[in-house]
């Protein structure tokens, strides 16, 4: 349980990681800043997101699961395809502003979901939270 549980700690850092440089990168965006050009600002988050999956994969392959009988792990992977896809049309396709800025938006939202999911292991975690 102990590798299990390093692998969560770094899986969790990562995920604080991503969510904190995709923030800085999208205001970077929508203040037309040069530094989203920036070598290590394009490099950076791979080698860390790179580290979020695999430690993602492991910690599935040590508890034994499989993705395709849990609801909330479908929900994630679902999730996690929305904030690439829409994280890609802010940072780099997006042909306007203001389309770039509406895919932050909802990545920053899908983002949200994943994590909120993830939290409650419920795919539908507003319904599940208690208030």
Do not use: E, Q
Request: glycine share 8%.
């Amino acid at each position: 349980m102990g590798l299990y549980l390093t692998l969560r700690s770094i899986h969790i850092a990562c995920v604080m990681v991503t969510a904190a440089g995709f923030l800085l990168r999208g205001v970077w965006m929508l203040r037309r800043s040069p530094l989203l050009g920036h070598p290590l600002t394009r490099t950076l988050p791979h080698v860390n997101d790179s580290l979020l999956l695999f430690t993602a994969v492991a910690m599935v392959w040590l508890a034994g699961l499989n993705p395709l009988d849990h609801a909330w792990m479908m929900a994630k992977l679902t999730g996690l395809v929305a904030y690439i896809v829409l994280g890609s049309v802010a940072l780099r396709r997006g042909r306007s502003r203001r389309i770039r800025a509406w895919a932050f938006a909802g990545a920053l939202i899908a983002l949200g979901y994943i994590v909120t999911v993830a939290l409650t292991r419920s795919p539908l975690p507003y319904l599940s939270l208690s208030w």
